[in-house]
């Protein structure tokens, strides 16, 4: 039973154009959305988080959304670099857990 | 600082065999996870220890999995008598609170590889 979907596994983008990555989730518990970005052969790094309580954090180049109706959340890079390639991995949780539920990921390539 | 290190970063073993993996969290995290990665797949958790609390193992897959943490220092992951459906990346974390959604700082992993 995945809890958080993402349902492409790959997206590719021009550079200086816009990412838009998706992220969809099951559980009404959770109340914190995180995303983290992993190059390969090294673990996640944390990107950025939302709380249910707001639907809307920004950092940088990097917006993360939050519908809590429609129980989507998306990504935002603009403008996207050759760096951010990678695999972006949503995430979620609750207050009253000690864990992390992961989606499968999604491989963005952006082009130069 | 030094980050979350794991070793060793590859280990391949025959079926059947015993595997620990050891993940040393970054100095004055008192939370760690372990998590594991199949191919293809989202990050899966299976276990959590937190200070001197008893551990969280909802996410163990079987009793052939155990892990141990000594005080708030190294982990240790052990597998028994491994199967090859254990072939995984497994991730190692570690944070400042105590609350798993606050962000967790990941190691490189260990790849395993059961033949």
């Known amino acids: 039973d995945q809890q958080v979907k993402q349902n492409s596994p790959s997206l590719s983008v021009q550079e200086g154009r816009i990412s838009i990555l998706n992220c969809d989730y099951t559980?009404?518990?959770?109340?914190?959305f995180l995303w983290y970005k992993k190059y390969p052969a090294e673990g996640p790094t944390f990107l950025i988080s939302?709380?249910?309580?707001?639907d809307k954090n920004e950092d940088g180049r990097f917006t993360v959304f939050l519908n809590k109706s429609a129980k989507h959340l998306s990504l935002h890079i603009v403008p996207s670099q050759p760096g951010d390639s990678a695999v972006y991995f949503c995430?979620?949780?609750?207050?009253?857990?000690?864990?992390?539920?992961f989606g499968a990921g999604t491989i963005l390539r952006v082009k130069s | 600082g030094a980050g979350v290190s794991q070793s060793p970063s590859n280990k391949v073993t025959e079926k059947g065999k015993d595997v620990e993996l050891r993940c040393d969290p970054i100095?004055?995290?008192?939370?760690l996870y372990w998590y594991r990665q199949r191919l293809g797949q989202g990050l899966e958790f299976l276990i959590y220890?937190?200070?001197?609390?008893?551990?969280?193992k909802s996410g163990l897959p079987s009793d052939r999995f155990s892990a141990e943490r000594t005080g708030e220092s190294v982990s240790t992951l052990t597998i028994q008598r491994t199967q090859q459906e254990d072939s995984a990346v497994y991730l190692c974390?570690?944070?400042?609170?105590?609350?798993?959604?606050?962000?967790?700082?990941f190691g490189p992993g260990t790849r395993l590889t059961v033949t």
């Open positions: 974390a570690s944070s400042l609170t105590d609350r798993g959604n606050y962000e967790q700082y």
């Open positions: 559980n009404s518990m959770f109340d914190y």
């Open positions: 939302i709380s249910s309580i707001k």
């Open positions: 995430a979620a949780s609750s207050s009253r857990w000690n864990k992390l539920v």
């Open positions: 100095s004055g995290h008192t939370a």
């Open positions: 220890f937190q200070g001197n609390s008893a551990p969280d």
